[in-house]
């Protein structure tokens, strides 16, 4: 990636309040063979069935087999990994999914839905994925990802794009009914993450995000014009 690595570690993310219903917080990148603490949060009891039964959900939605990788370290339990999914929803985008945030949501969403997340990227680089499940690993029992909230990685992800930062916004890839998924022992709510240039990050901060939507950008487009600069 053009951050010089496919894996992306940082402290606890520092969340500060940017506008009504935004929130940032960013994420530092270090070498991969660094030493890891184990992670500071309540972990809620996952079942088997629950992750058997979101994936089999996912499957049938994206209707390609998955590649899976590996987040958090193998101590790490739950884990966190990605299920990805080349070819969804057509032959030119990649679509993947968090799998394990939700088995540790903040203490705000106890009892509701729990949250994972999503990006369809017209790309076939999985340094999009793993940007997706670090995202996820960092900020798993301490952020609620709310429609609106802001994620700063600081440099850009892939080589193929200039963008840096993540808006949070509903599922594009749903029916917003099919982004509820009912399964035993939760209901799991998926949100997906949209690639933004930093200058369109400034902007949202500035506009807020109705400045952004109004725009309808393809949000999928890694090399979309800069709605900033236009």
């Known amino acids: 990636s053009a951050c010089g690595m496919r894996r992306f570690e940082g402290p606890a993310p520092q969340l500060n309040v940017m506008y009504v219903r935004s929130t940032e917080f960013g994420l530092r990148t270090r070498d991969h063979r660094g030493t890891k603490m184990r992670p500071l949060y309540q972990v809620r009891e996952a079942t088997m069935s629950d992750e058997a039964e979101y ?48 088995s540790a949501p903040p203490p705000s969403e106890v009892g509701i839905a729990v949250i994972e997340l999503s990006i369809s990227v017209r790309s076939r680089d999985t340094v999009w994925a793993f940007a997706l499940g670090e995202v996820a690993r960092q900020a798993r029992g301490q952020h609620s990802f709310d429609v609106g909230d802001t994620i700063n990685f600081g440099c850009p992800m892939s080589a193929e794009s200039a963008m840096s930062p993540f808006l949070v916004i509903e599922p594009l890839l749903f ?54 600069r236009s």
Not at 210 to 220: L, M, N
């Open 55 to 102: 994936l089999d959900y996912l499957d049938r939605m994206m209707g390609v087999e998955p590649a899976h990788y590996p987040i958090t370290d193998a101590d790490v339990s739950p884990p966190i990994y990605v299920a990805s999914y080349v070819g969804a929803p057509d032959a030119l985008h990649t679509s993947s999914f968090t799998v394990g945030l939700s």
């Open 175 to 228: 029916d917003p009914r099919a982004s509820l998924v009912h399964c035993t022992g939760r209901h799991i709510l998926i949100r997906q993450l949209c690639p933004l240039y930093a200058e369109e990050l400034r902007a949202i901060r500035e506009r807020g995000v109705d400045w952004f939507a109004s725009s309808s950008p393809v949000v999928s487009d890694i090399s979309r014009a800069n709605l900033a």
